[in-house]
């Protein structure tokens, strides 16, 4: 229950024993047994101290839970550690800090009373526990182990001083960071692409969707107001065509050269942002990787934006491809009823891989690919001739502001769509 650290003497444990010595030499020299006697005392008195240190353990009982559970990274997590006395003795008072990884601020030492003796039906007393406290704000995501919880105890004379790890280590998940998304790329189609976009606007009167009635629970957003203000009663848009509208993203996993660690972080917290802006917009959202395979691959609410997180928040860089990652994720695209918002998010720059992600253009639309590294802006010539629209994610810009450049290069790519349509 408790791994003990080697017990070491104090000050004055130190000044103690020196002072010992000093009499048993002097014992020594003047032929006094009295010096003698006081020598040995002050001399085993430290070693005695060391030795009820060593043997002397406290036995605490530590339970650790996290609020939240989960927490983003560059978040605050609460830390509430329950002890208990599990020793037939009362515990002298002590100090305590938590075992904490690196990449957490250490916490400074605080004081932990003492608590009485656990009471002989097993079953706690009160007062022979105590709940403590402590705020932690990990930086990065990842999975991390925290604890064992350390506490440092003294002798009554305070002659030696030993540290003692009591309870286990307790994983905490720190997800990446998920910034709120505005609108502008996604929201154009809702899954139909940009090129029934086109239609709308070069033929005003087509008319692509069947108006019902309004029912409790449907979205503001699907109001058709040309059917309301015509039958007076509040209408919507049927959509039953786009009852389950797909969106795709492929995230670069493969380490590509050394260095590299932050790019792919910011690539994570890209690819976590965007995928739950998806979500939240109702779309069914594949995610694959370049690498090997550790994700679950497809998502939706109810819970999907929780089991992605957890999921990116373990997610490493791979050292080799994950087999035929253009292929399968073409195949997801092929699989769709049509065209639909695809997002590359591209951090390695393998080459040839963007010749081979720009043929999947076909199949995308909005198509938007985000250079995360110089490396991957190798890709753009490549991808911009087949029509997708790339941005470039460096270093010092947020999910949010990088979604933003994205929907304003989106929107620039689509009025010019527009024109052509409109020449022609």
């Avoid at 939240?280 to 691959?297: I, K, M």
């Avoid at 891989?353 to 909005?366: I, Q, T, V």
Wanted: a neutral charge.
């Amino acid at each position: 229950m408790a791994a003990v650290s080697r017990p070491l003497p104090t000050l004055r444990g130190w000044v103690v024993g020196a002072c010992g010595v000093v009499l048993l030499v002097a014992a020594g020299w003047f032929g006094r047994v009295d010096l003698l006697f006081a020598g040995l005392l002050l001399t085993l008195a430290p070693l005695a101290a060391l030795i009820a240190l060593t043997f002397d353990r406290p036995w605490l009982d530590v339970s650790r839970t996290y609020a939240p559970d989960a927490v983003a990274a560059g978040d605050e997590v609460q830390v509430r550690l329950g002890v208990r006395n599990v020793s037939p003795r009362p515990t002298p008072a002590m100090t305590w800090v938590d075992t904490l990884p690196a990449g957490f601020a250490p916490t400074a030492a605080r004081s932990l009373p003492s608590l009485v003796a656990r009471a002989d039906t097993g079953v706690a007393r009160g007062a022979d526990t105590v709940t403590l406290r402590y705020t932690a704000r990990p930086q990065r995501r990842g999975t991390y182990l925290l604890g064992p919880l350390l506490v440092t105890r003294t002798d009554p004379f305070g002659l030696a001083r030993g540290g003692y790890g009591v309870g286990e280590s307790k994983v905490l998940v720190v997800t990446p960071r998920v910034s709120a998304l505005g609108p502008g790329v996604a929201e154009v189609s809702r899954g139909e692409g940009t090129d029934p976009e086109l239609v709308r606007h070069s033929i005003p009167s087509s008319d692509e969707v069947t108006p019902r009635e309004y029912r409790p629970g449907d979205p503001l957003r699907r109001v058709q107001w040309r059917a309301t203000a015509r039958l007076d009663r509040l209408m919507v848009r049927q959509e039953e065509q786009l009852s389950n509208p797909e969106a795709w993203l492929l995230l670069d996993t493969v380490r590509a050269r050394p260095g590299d660690g932050e790019a792919f972080e910011r690539a994570v917290e890209l690819a976590a942002s965007v995928a739950v802006h998806l979500l939240e917009l109702g779309y069914l959202v594949g995610v694959h990787e370049t690498g090997e395979r550790r994700l679950a691959g497809s998502y939706q609410l109810p819970g999907g934006d929780h089991l992605l997180v957890g999921e990116l928040a373990a997610l490493a860089q791979s050292t080799e491809p994950g087999g035929d990652v253009v292929g399968r994720f073409a195949a997801g695209l092929r699989g769709a009823r049509a065209a639909v918002p695809t997002f590359l998010i591209l951090a390695g720059g393998e080459p040839g891989f963007g010749g081979e992600l720009a043929a999947l253009r076909r199949y995308a639309s909005p198509a938007i690919a985000f250079l995360m590294t110089p490396a991957a802006s190798a890709a753009r010539e490549s991808l911009e001739r087949a029509g997708w629209v790339c941005v470039q994610g460096d270093e010092g810009r947020d999910a949010a502001a990088v979604w933003s450049l994205a929907a304003q290069a989106h929107q620039r790519a689509t009025a010019q769509r527009f024109a052509e349509v409109g020449d022609v």
